[in-house]
């Protein structure tokens, strides 16, 4: 039976930046903000003024000052790629208990020309902290950074349930088949950038070394990227020219900070985020056509797809090994070219809310944000971010109109 908070709150718009990916001319992230912004305002008829509620990773009072607004509710919440599967979550117990009508979730994120301007436009502090946890406590045993926790990760998933490195790499594969559908992926083609087109197993194999047994097509883009929804009440919603997409189910959990306390390499909180999001919905997994997996590295979109229940413990790469994630499969995933081809600024979770509304609002292959064969049939469709070194968890469980 779904929860009291199930569908009491839709997605009815969702937009990118103008640029994203690698522009040409380098971008603030305050900027990519805002452009998002403006964009979802002219799809949806939402003027900015009837937003009363903004969520952003760190964000939301620099963004509600550019707007000129002054919003009932203001969420910060700053997780990792995970914050905006949350944002979501909070916003629609804030809608439910009737202190909003109107939630921005906002999300801009310079990873690419942040490289170019040496930092600066990030609107975060630059450098480590050297006395951090982190640095003191995990950098002396092999894990500093992303790509060496997650290595960590991959080869005890290898050593426990006997996968390779190689049937991860499937994951890179057909994700940029997806990515092959969507002109605004990076890797959409050889058009878009040099190394960009179909790729293999071999291909992934053969690709430079980052951190054994990591090579960079298992890891994901460095890019910029602006994002941006609205979720409003049941009301306005059917007033909207846009389709609702509605919010069934929602949670967040968190197993660890330090990737040292964690307690199996193999297991993320992700089996308890998406058992409260189930329940909320009234759903379970096999009630999923369609799902939108955070995919830092390829090992990330498998484990995933296993504490979700798509798969098997130890099996979870077979969705795509398999066929069933692909173009024309049974349970498409990322059909935006994910992480790992599309997009990913540093934090991913906007790009995975995008996508999905494009999906179930049926807007996904309009010219721009996808071509002949990237719009799905599915109704149903599970989102999961992950924040951290498979630390922190937000999902959502959206359905079609």
Known sequence: MPGELSKAAAIVGAAEANEIGYPEDMKTAIR???EAIKNVSDQTGIPISMIDGV??????SQIAEHLGIHPAYIDTTAVGGCSFEMHVHHALAAIHAGIINVALVTHGENGWSQRATKGRGTGRPQGGDKWSPDALWSSPYG?????????????????????????????????????????????????THPNGGPITVEDVAKSRLIAWPLTLLHICLVTDYGG??????????????????????????????????????????????????????????????MAMIYDSFTLTAGLTAEMLGLAPRGEGFTLWKNGDARPGGRLPINTNGGG??????????MQLLVEAYRQLSGTAEDGVNGIKGKQTSARSCVVNGTGGSL?????LVLTAD
């Open 32 to 34: 990519l903000h805002i």
């Open 55 to 60: 969520f952003g990773a760190g964000w939301s």
């Open 143 to 191: 894990i500093s950074g992303a790509p060496s926790n997650y290595s960590h990760a991959m080869t005890r998933h290898n050593q426990i349930y006997g996968t390779t490195p190689d049937d991860f790499a499937h994951i890179a594969v057909v994700t940029r088949e997806w990515a092959g559908l969507n002109p605004r992926a990076v890797m959409h083609s050889k058009e």
């Open 228 to 289: 941006a929804i609205l979720i409003t009440n049941p009301e306005i919603a059917r007033s909207l020219k846009t389709k609702p997409v509605w919010i069934a189910g929602a949670g967040e959990n968190m197993s660890h900070s330090n990737m040292l306390e964690m307690e199996d390499f193999t297991a993320t909180s992700a089996a308890a985020s998406g058992a409260a999001a189930y329940k909320m919905a009234g759903m379970g997994p096999e009630d999923m056509e």
């Open 340 to 349: 790992l081809s599309f997009n990913h600024s540093g934090m991913y979770g």
């Open 391 to 395: 630390s922190t968890t937000g999902t």
